[in-house]
């Protein structure tokens, strides 16, 4: 006869974690841990070191816990990176009701860059979901909020807030890969900028790319005040083209 099997206990997924569904142990809890305290050290570590150096037994170790310790709180690794993504962008700042609703736009723009900038390691994370966390959801809130009763219809607002959310979070990326390039060459930016655009001069010809050729003429890709690897004027420009487009559409509807 094959003795019975003892049934596992059902493991409390990322959204349960998030929202405190399943906040406590099961079993044996040592004094001291929590989800909020694992959460915590484990955004330290990050940090420091990246996705790459994070692990449950660095968790562990730092908390002078063991890794099984852990596991009483949080299934795993891919579990606790979902609680520490949500855990790290924090709560958006509350809106004033008296601000434009571009500025309000604007502001919420620079204030994910800001979390960005902090947690560049939120950048790593592939985003297989919608917003799901409390705090996810507090963001998207807050742009919601900003667009909402402009003059769009409900399913235009969604379409503009995922728009912007995404450009912003990919544009955040590519800076951060290009602020990379001097750390870990350890050339100069001024120097990879000035590399730049003498490779651009003898690599753009009219015949193939006259566009981009006028560019590099005119002078485009030459070293300025602006340091070549910074998106933040691309981004400010077309953040507020985006929104007179938006002014424009919402005025021709008369709305």
Not at 131 to 156: C, K, M, R, T
Not at 196 to 224: N, Q, R, W
Request: aromatic content about 8%.
């Amino acid at each position: 006869m094959t003795p019975e099997r003892k049934a596992r206990a059902p493991q409390p997924t990322s959204v349960e974690l998030l929202w405190g569904a399943k906040n406590k142990p099961t079993r044996g809890p040592r004094p001291g841990l929590s989800l909020e305290i694992i959460a915590a050290t484990a955004i330290e570590i990050a940090d420091e070191v990246g996705l790459e150096g994070l692990s449950m037994q660095a968790v562990a170790s730092r908390l002078d816990y063991t890794a099984m310790s852990l596991y009483r709180y949080v299934p795993g690794k891919e579990q606790l990176v979902d609680v520490i993504y949500d855990t790290a962008l924090g709560l958006p700042r509350p809106a004033t009701g008296s601000e434009d609703w571009r500025a309000g736009v604007h502001g919420w723009v620079w204030a994910m860059l800001g979390v960005y900038k902090e947690h560049p390691w939120l950048l790593r994370i592939t985003t297989n979901s919608p917003p799901l966390g409390p705090n996810q959801l507090a963001w998207f809130e807050a742009l919601l909020h900003h667009v909402s009763g402009i003059g769009l219809d409900e399913e235009e607002v969604v379409h503009l807030v995922i728009f912007v959310t995404c450009a912003v979070r990919d544009l955040a990326r590519t800076s951060s890969d290009l602020a990379q390039g001097p750390q870990q060459s350890g050339v100069p930016v001024e120097e990879m900028a000035q590399e730049y655009a003498l490779a651009m001069k003898h690599l753009v010809g009219e015949d193939h790319f006259p566009a981009l050729s006028k560019m590099v003429a005119a002078g485009t890709f030459e070293p300025d005040e602006t340091q070549y690897n910074d998106i933040m004027p691309s981004l400010e420009f077309g953040l507020q083209r985006l929104l007179d487009g938006v002014d424009g559409y919402i005025s021709a509807r008369g709305r």
